[in-house]
């Protein structure tokens, strides 16, 4: 079974342009999560899907970051514009909502020069 | 403000020692889970502890849950260069359906 998978694996833009980042989730996985960890700080919450529905986006750092996920299967997370600040990696996961055990992506490394 | 606090954030020992990692609280949580993550993937799940006192073995990995269910530790015997990693314990709140995560212990076992 294919595990969760992030695309890019890496990404260099420069301030001001726009980037989008895509997650697959494990299939049947009901429920996906963005997480970023900025360097030197822990890995926060960003936002929750319930198939295609926001369940919790409280982690959003502001209206800059755009989630979706169309027809409750793959993900995207969209930077516009983006700040020096977004740098990081972001980690995407998914679970099954009987097991509640999320299962990671490897990362998206942004750079933001 | 970071809602859990793990110690040591570097650890470096010799092959066949012991070790303990804390993670601490002031919050109470539902469950906490343990990761381990390695350089260039995501973090892979250890364990998840629900139980106040709860004490779950993993091999030569020992995790428990405080009674009082706001803290953790990690105890691994006898480490070995395969144990070399980041260990990551993450939160889960009452009546919130996400996790916190502490800074992360970045141990290195040295052969």
């Known amino acids: 079974e294919a595990g969760v998978t992030q695309f890019p694996s890496h990404s260099v833009i420069e301030k001001g342009q726009t980037v989008t980042l895509r997650c697959d989730p494990i299939?049947?996985?009901?429920?996906l999560y963005w997480y970023r960890r900025v360097m030197g700080k822990e890995i926060k919450f960003l936002l929750h899907?319930?198939?295609?529905?926001?369940?919790?986006e409280s982690g959003m750092p502001n209206n800059r970051f755009l989630a979706e996920r169309t027809g409750g299967t793959y993900s995207t997370l969209k930077v516009q514009p983006a700040e020096l600040e977004d740098s990081g990696v972001y980690f995407c996961?998914?679970?099954?909502?009987?097991?509640?055990?999320?299962?990671f992506g490897p990362g998206t490394r942004l750079t933001v020069l | 403000t970071q809602l859990l606090e793990q110690s040591p954030q570097f650890l470096s020992i010799q092959e066949g020692e012991n070790l303990t990692v804390y993670c601490n609280s002031s919050?109470?949580?539902?469950?906490l889970q343990w990761y381990r993550q390695e350089p260039g993937e995501g973090p892979v799940l250890l364990v998840t502890?629900?139980?106040?006192?709860e004490v779950k073995k993993l091999k030569r990995l020992t995790f428990q849950f405080g009674d009082a269910r706001k803290d953790s530790s990690l105890h691994i015997t006898a480490a070995q260069p395969g144990d070399t990693g980041l260990y990551l314990c993450?939160?889960?709140?009452?009546?919130?359906?996400?996790?916190?995560f502490g800074s992360g212990t970045k141990l290195n076992v040295k052969p």
């Open positions: 996961a998914s679970s099954q909502t009987r097991t509640g055990e999320q299962f």
């Open positions: 299939s049947g996985h009901d429920n």
């Open positions: 899907f319930v198939k295609e529905s926001k369940q919790d």
């Open positions: 919050s109470v949580f539902s469950s």
């Open positions: 502890v629900v139980t106040g006192g």
């Open positions: 993450a939160g889960r709140p009452y009546n919130f359906n996400k996790f916190y």
